[in-house]
């Protein structure tokens, strides 16, 4: 079976730059960055969206948020902040079915979102 592009990320075997990893986690910009910060995070598992988690993804998806605090505080993102956004299934708006985050940030953002 074709293997997602995400696990390809996280295998290295499709290039990324990466902004920060662990054992269970990969950060890496995002190809299109709609903002001047625009990362994505994966767990280095396949989990296909927040429906798929099963018992113990909990603690990956919390690595996850530990993770993207980690990268904004070191990009000095502490007063300015950021916003953390994980698009859940087509009507969410998710293209690439490997759970993620994108972490935004660097122009003032709206609210709602569209
Ligand atoms: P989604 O819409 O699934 O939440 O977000 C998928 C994101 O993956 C998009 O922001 C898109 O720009 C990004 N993306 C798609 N293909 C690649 C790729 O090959 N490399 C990287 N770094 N990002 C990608
Ligand atoms: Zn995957």
Not at 12 to 38: C, G, M, R
Not at 48 to 68: N, Q
Request: hydrophobic share 45%; aromatic share 8%.
């Amino acid at each position: 079976m074709e293997e997602c592009l995400f696990c390809k990320i996280a295998k290295k075997e499709v290039p990324s730059t990466i902004v920060y990893e662990d054992d269970d986690v990969l950060a890496f910009n995002d190809i299109n960055p709609v903002a001047p910060v625009h990362i994505l995070l994966i767990p280095k598992k396949h989990i296909s969206t927040f429906f798929a988690m099963e018992p113990g993804d909990g603690m990956l998806v919390g690595k996850l948020h530990e993770a993207a605090v980690k990268v904004a505080r070191n990009l000095g993102l502490t007063e300015k902040g950021f916003r953390l956004v994980a698009n859940c299934q087509r009507g969410g708006g998710q293209l690439i079915f490997h759970l993620h985050y994108h972490l935004i940030a660097g122009r003032p953002l709206g609210w709602p979102p569209g």
